[in-house]
Nanobody, 122 residues
Framework: VQLVESGGGLVQTGGSLRLSCVVSGRGITTNARGWYRQAPTKEREFVAAISWNGDRTRYSESVEGRFIISRDDAENTVDLQMTNLKPEDTATYYC????????????????WGQGTQVIVSS
């Protein structure tokens, strides 16, 4: 399984960005997908997850109401729409997949992308 993120960049506080991750490989349509982030000098943290059929989503408290995760199985993508961005959202964002929705949130998904950097200027 391979994951390739895109869409990161520099944005001002209050702005928006949309991250996208293309997923390829065996069994990807039945996998849950999610996003993590890691800020400089901090540990990687869970951001959002979506179940294999899109009927469940979950967000960290820090992004709830500002970020929306979605998936398109025809395009084999998982997107993260980020709005009202804050300087504390600055991080490298990673997409991830796992067979199980709950595992996505626990920090140990089976597959990771290489990350895309988001910088929010104040």
């Amino acid at each position: 399984v391979q994951l390739v993120e895109s869409g990161g960049g520099l944005v001002q506080t209050g702005g928006s960005l949309r991250l996208s991750c293309v997923v390829s490989g065996r069994g990807i349509t039945t996998n849950a997908r999610g996003w993590y982030r890691q800020a400089p000098t901090k540990e990687r943290e869970f951001v959002a997850a979506i179940s294999w059929n899109g009927d469940r989503t979950r967000y960290s408290e820090s992004v709830e109401g500002r970020f929306i995760i979605s998936r398109d199985d025809a395009e084999n993508t998982v997107d993260l729409q980020m709005t009202n961005l804050k300087p504390e959202d600055t991080a490298t964002y990673y997409c991830a997949t796992d067979l199980f929705f709950d595992t996505i949130q626990k920090g140990h998904p089976s597959h990771w992308g290489q990350g895309t950097q988001v910088i929010v200027s104040s």
